[in-house]
């Protein structure tokens, strides 16, 4: 099988050597039924180790969503997950061979053929692994965004799409505009900054700790708030809360417009 061409401009990223290990292991596959309507269908995973950087951005293009997860190494392993869909096997395969995968700089992209054949599609998903302490910007237009066991200054934009966050520290911020917002805190506190996330439409689900303290904002426009805790405030919930948790902290706010909230207890 021939390969999707990924280029990797190693000049322009951090130089150093690559310290190797035991891998996490790898979820993404091209098991997942990608369904294109009578379209003949072409997937492929390729990988690349890049040397560890301090901000990483990646571009989810048109078509394509996103995981990155924190680990020991000090490098970067980028996984892409090529789709293309066109009228036969051949052309879905052609198709895909166009997909360029740039990483360099501390950016990743794919370029490919212009979008606006209603015949053929393709698409570029990611799973992507970095060290615990990096900074990230992220930015998907149709597909979701999922960000776990990373401390940095990070930011995140998705247009369809959910977002899910997990075991996070630094400052984070980032909006998504048709998708739920789900956030795993964890420890006894947020550290190093705060969260800011909101959603247009879409649920928003929060676990907390027992033993978390922080600054606690959710609100809904149209939608309830259901916790499962006791908690002190003053008046009703009803749309809106500002709460501290256990001695208060730094600000963990997750709001929605259109959608519920729903807080609950997450065991030590």
């Excluded at 680990?71 to 061979?97: G, H, T």
Aim: with cysteine; aromatic share 4%; proline share 3%.
């Amino acid at each position: 099988m021939r390969r999707i061409t990924f280029v990797v401009a190693v000049s322009a990223l951090c130089t150093g050597s690559l310290v190797l290990g035991q891998e996490p292991s790898r979820e993404m596959t091209c098991d997942e039924g990608w369904q294109s309507n009578d379209q003949v269908t072409h997937c492929e995973i390729n990988e690349t180790a890049l040397p560890a950087a301090q901000r990483l951005s990646v571009d989810g293009g048109v078509n394509g969503g996103m995981s990155v997860k924190g680990w020991s190494k000090d490098q970067i392993l980028v996984r892409a997950k090529v789709q293309a869909a066109a009228e036969s096997s051949s052309r879905a395969q052609a198709l895909a061979r166009q997909i360029v995968i740039r990483a360099g700089g501390g950016r990743i992209v794919a370029d490919g053929p212009p979008h606006g054949d209603r015949r053929e599609s393709w698409s570029v998903s990611y799973e992507i692994f970095v060290p615990h302490k990096i900074d990230l910007s992220l930015k998907a237009h149709n597909g979701g965004i999922h960000i776990a066991d990373v401390h940095g200054t990070i930011d995140f934009d998705a247009l369809n799409g959910g977002v899910t966050l997990q075991r996070l520290a630094g400052n984070v911020r980032g909006h998504t505009t048709n998708g739920g917002l789900h956030v795993e805190l964890a420890g006894n506190r947020w550290e190093d900054g705060q969260l800011d996330a909101t959603t247009t439409n879409g649920g928003v689900s929060l676990e907390v700790p027992d033993s978390y303290s922080a600054h606690l904002e959710t609100g809904t426009v149209n939608g309830h708030i259901n916790i499962d805790f006791p908690v002190t405030v003053s008046g009703e919930i009803d749309r809106r809360l500002s709460i501290n948790l256990g001695s208060g902290g730094p600000l963990v706010r997750a709001i929605t417009t259109n959608g519920g909230v729903s807080i609950r207890r997450k065991s030590s």
